[in-house]
């Protein structure tokens, strides 16, 4: 009973996390709704594995929570750079030589950090259109 | 236990605080999900998204772990909840870190002004 209650409110979030990922203006709010619906499935497969009265399920649960967080990581790498391998960590390297990174916040005041990061425009991620 | 229906009272106190513990872990999950769907913005919305993720996985595991009793499997709900902790925040700064970075327009404005307007309007 209480195991239903819990799945019955899991279910509900999933759904309203797909509708998220379906809806989403960017990609960025389609991978927070994509990484929510994963941490969900583990909840929701360690729950039904003790309503059906085998709690062995627990490691595909375990599986399940190590293979959101690579994917997640492996996803945000290729929108952030453009592709998986070749000369990721040079292209970092390079930006972070020629100053394209993000300058040093100073503060300067409560919300005078955060303006001055705002202004901050990245010089060659910022053109064209949001993916 | 004792022969007769009456549960054991020690019983019956773990099954009430599993039960508060496994509801009030899906009612945030909802919640949550709510928040997803309806905030204005990214950034907001990744409050929700956290916020289910950690207190929301921690009372569901921990309702669990009251199930479970003192066996092997508590021991793997506790490391998944530990796993837990420690990788969704990182994935969901790693998240919020991408979009800044590439200059995802925030919906809520800081005060531009803030200093001008403390001195000009006080």
């Known amino acids: 009973m209480m195991f239903g209650a819990a799945m019955a409110g899991i279910l509900i979030t999933m759904l309203l996390a797909l509708v998220r990922a379906a809806l989403g203006p960017s990609v960025y709010d389609r991978l927070l709704a994509a990484n929510m619906f994963g941490t969900k499935t583990m909840m929701l497969i360690a729950v039904s594995g003790f309503w059906q009265g085998r709690p062995e399920w627990l490691d595909l649960a375990l599986v ?68 | 236990m004792n022969g007769g229906g009456d549960i054991p009272l020690l019983t019956m106190i773990v099954d009430g605080i599993s039960w508060f513990a496994l509801v009030s872990g899906a009612l945030l999950c909802v919640i949550g999900g709510i928040g997803l769907l309806r905030l204005p913005d990214l950034y907001s919305r990744s409050h929700a998204a956290s916020l289910t993720d950690t207190l929301g996985a921690l009372l569901i595991f921990g309702g669990l ?25 990182l994935a969901a700064h790693a998240l919020m870190r991408a979009a800044f970075a590439r200059g995802l327009p925030m919906q809520i404005e800081p005060p531009a002004d803030d200093d001008a307007s403390q001195e000009t309007g006080t």
């Open chain 1, 64 to 131: 399940y929570a190590l293979v959101n967080f690579a994917s997640m990581v492996a996803v945000l790498k290729y929108v952030r750079f453009g592709s998986l391998g070749d000369g990721v960590a040079d292209t970092e390297a390079a930006a972070a030589t020629a100053g394209d990174l993000p300058p040093p916040l100073e503060s300067t005041g409560s919300w005078g950090a955060v303006t001055q990061i705002k202004n901050w425009k990245p010089p060659h991620y910022g053109e064209g259109p949001m993916p």
């Open chain 2, 65 to 89: 772990t009251l199930q479970a009793g003192p066996t092997l499997i508590a021991a793997k709900l506790v490391m998944l909840v530990v796993l837990l902790l420690i990788t969704t925040p």
